[in-house]
């Protein structure tokens, strides 16, 4: 008897991934410089503000924050794991159409327009990069159809030119901003989880797990996507239409988790690849555990930038980027015997 | 016997080449093994492609069990042709079971989780083809004959009542190219299905198909005969042993042959500049 994936096992495996991320995500609530006891917690939030400081880190710092990592993580995860499958390229991550670099010059562009209003919720830099990353993988799509029949490579292709050119343009302007600027970009670029007001994170929580769902519902299509057109179309597949809902979808949850905390990298590379090692390849299960697991190990990566050099912080995105490189270069080595021109 | 497969007038060309198919007219009949051959570039895979409604005919007709093809929907498509291509690796490690179960798509739901029948479809595709017994392998780390027996039992699972097969031997040795053919012929004679095979191979063709389809490659003039003379004919169907001759052959992929027979049945092989004997010897 073959077998395959049912709705029943996939279900079970969910919940305990689930259970899984909720475990990570009480302990490192709970993890940080200042000790927090569980007991004070319990007894609520105190009369006055001040009266009981616990409850006030626990409930007003860190679990936002904690929450803000597991959204951003899934979101991540979730886009990598669907440009792997449409572009059918085990190296795809979320930023490869170009919402990284149109991320990174809203930014810039918000630092040095000196805009100050808020959005939701939102700093001007959240919504600068939201834009920039949104028009940027919007262009690269309209360049990779335009230019012929082999869509998949020329998106690709596509990707990495906008990519370079901007990348050009975002070191031109910060070469002519204040270090003061230079500094508040960086750090940004370089991905940091930080707090958020509820309802920024309300919002965008809402946009994530929608995005995710959707995803979920063509996740099966990616299954046959992967295989080639040729093939997809072969087996019932339109493909035009599940790539463009494919790609909208991981796009505009890419944007939103870039929105909220800059680039961080690895996440998307990373968590589907180790996910695909032990759990297999079919997307309908890829898709939902690599979003659960990218959730779970962004908050394992947070609470390590913000324990490390405790009472300063490392952006989050240096503990994803030391800890996934030697991973990315296992990846490589294992792949490499499938593509020739790496020998 | 109806015909499932109509094709009419059909020409194609890709931009900016001349026309690859000129004119191409003919029925297949329900439950009928019919072999494409021709040189390459005669047009055999864009035919395929035609058929399976990947490329539309710029002009004449295809139609699918009564109905054109351009009617169907891509998955009400996929409920009557099923296809297999040459020989691929998937970028990621799908299992035999997965890639066989692939074929259940067209008829899926939502979020695409596949009911009791499914299963029982990929199941008896699995045993028709012997592939059970390693459908928990990686497709990766099969060999070539197993892999094709693989992309066999998906088709099989897909259901069809066409099965469109470019070249499904190529890369087999020869007990591995009967197998696929006897496999292909079970199909045809149990269960109904019609079969459409491009090959390369005259001799497996004659053996195993009802008929044959030669695309001769011959290019006729787009406005007919000119001073008189017969434009030869870009394609020839018909029974095995009418079309292919030792003329017709040596006419068509330009190489003489060989001829032989076993039983009834004519039997090809090509002879090079440098072939034993000049060819000359006979065996009867």
């Known amino acids: ?184 970009t960086i750090f940004w670029l370089m991905g940091n989880i930080t707090e958020k007001n509820p309802s920024a994170l309300g919002v965008s929580a809402g946009c994530i797990l929608a995005g995710t769902v959707g995803l979920f519902g063509v996740s099966h299509r990616l299954n046959i996507l992967s295989l080639g057109e040729q093939e997809a179309k072969g087996l019932g597949v339109d493909t035009a239409k599940t790539q463009i809902v494919a790609l909208a979808l991981a796009a505009f949850i890419t944007a939103i988790a870039v929105s909220l905390s800059g680039l961080v990298g690895f996440v998307g590379l990373v968590v589907p690849h180790g996910v695909r090692l032990v759990a297999g390849p079919d997307h309908r299960q890829l898709l939902p555990i690599s979003a659960i697991i990218g959730g779970a190990f962004l908050v394992a990566a947070d609470t390590l930038a913000r324990i490390i050099v405790a009472p300063a912080q490392l952006p989050v995105g240096v503990i994803t980027a030391i800890a996934g490189g030697p991973f990315f270069l296992v990846l490589l080595a294992r792949y490499s015997r499938k593509i020739s021109w790496l020998k | 016997m109806s015909s499932i497969i109509e094709v009419k007038n059909v020409s194609f060309g890709y931009v900016c080449q001349s026309r690859i198919l000129q004119d191409v007219s003919f029925d297949v009949k329900v439950g009928t093994f019919l072999s494409i051959a021709g040189p390459n570039g005669a047009g055999k895979t864009t035919l395929l492609n035609l058929l399976c409604g990947l490329l539309r005919p710029e002009a004449g007709s295809i139609r699918i069990d009564a109905a054109r093809i351009e009617s169907y929907s891509v998955r009400k498509l996929a409920q009557k042709i099923a296809v297999v291509r040459q020989e691929f690796v998937p970028v990621f490690d799908f299992t035999v079971a997965e890639v066989v179960s692939m074929a259940r798509t067209p008829y899926l739901g939502t979020f695409g989780f596949d009911g009791k029948m499914d299963r029982e479809a990929v199941n008896q595709a699995l045993e028709a083809t012997d592939t059970a017994q390693f459908s928990m392998r990686p497709l990766r780390n099969l060999s070539g004959g197993e892999r094709q027996r693989v992309f066999i039992a998906r088709a099989l699972a897909q259901n069809t009542a066409i099965m469109l097969l470019d070249e499904p031997t190529s890369f087999l040795d020869l007990k591995h190219q009967v197998h696929i053919y006897d496999l292909l012929k079970a199909a045809q004679l149990e269960k109904g299905k019609t079969i459409v095979a491009i090959t390369h191979d005259i001799n497996l063709a004659a053996q195993y198909c009802d008929e044959i389809l030669l695309l001769t490659g011959r290019k006729p003039a787009a406005q007919g005969p000119k001073n008189g003379t017969e434009n030869p004919p870009s394609y020839l169907i018909g029974k095995a042993k009418d079309i292919l001759s030792p003329a017709q052959i040596e006419e068509v992929f330009g190489v003489k042959v060989f001829t032989g027979k076993v039983g009834k049945e004519n039997f090809f092989i090509p002879l090079g500049r440098f072939a034993k004997d000049g060819g000359q010897a006979s065996i009867s």
């Open chain 1, 1 to 184: 008897m073959a077998q395959v994936l049912t709705a029943r096992s996939l279900a079970i495996r969910i919940l305990l991934c689930l259970a899984v991320l909720a475990v990570v995500m009480c302990l490192c609530a709970l993890m940080g410089s200042q000790k927090v006891s569980l007991k004070k917690v319990l007894a609520g939030p105190g009369k006055s503000p001040g009266e009981n400081i616990d409850y006030e880190i626990l409930v007003g710092i860190r679990l936002p924050r904690v929450v803000l990592a597991a959204l951003v993580g899934a979101a991540l995860a979730s886009a990598g794991v669907v440009l792997q499958a449409v572009l059918r390229n085990p190296l795809a991550d979320p930023y490869i159409l170009g919402i990284s670099s149109g991320a990174g010059l809203g930014a810039i562009t918000a630092v040095l327009s000196g805009a100050t209003w808020s959005f939701w919720g939102g700093s001007p830099i959240a919504a600068f990069a939201f834009v920039g990353a949104i028009v940027t993988v919007w262009l690269v799509w309209l360049i990779g159809r335009a230019t012929g029949k082999s869509q998949i490579t020329n998106l690709l292709l596509a990707g990495v030119v906008v990519n370079a050119f901007l990348s050009a343009v975002i070191m031109f302007l910060t070469s002519i901003a204040r270090s003061d600027q230079v500094h508040a």
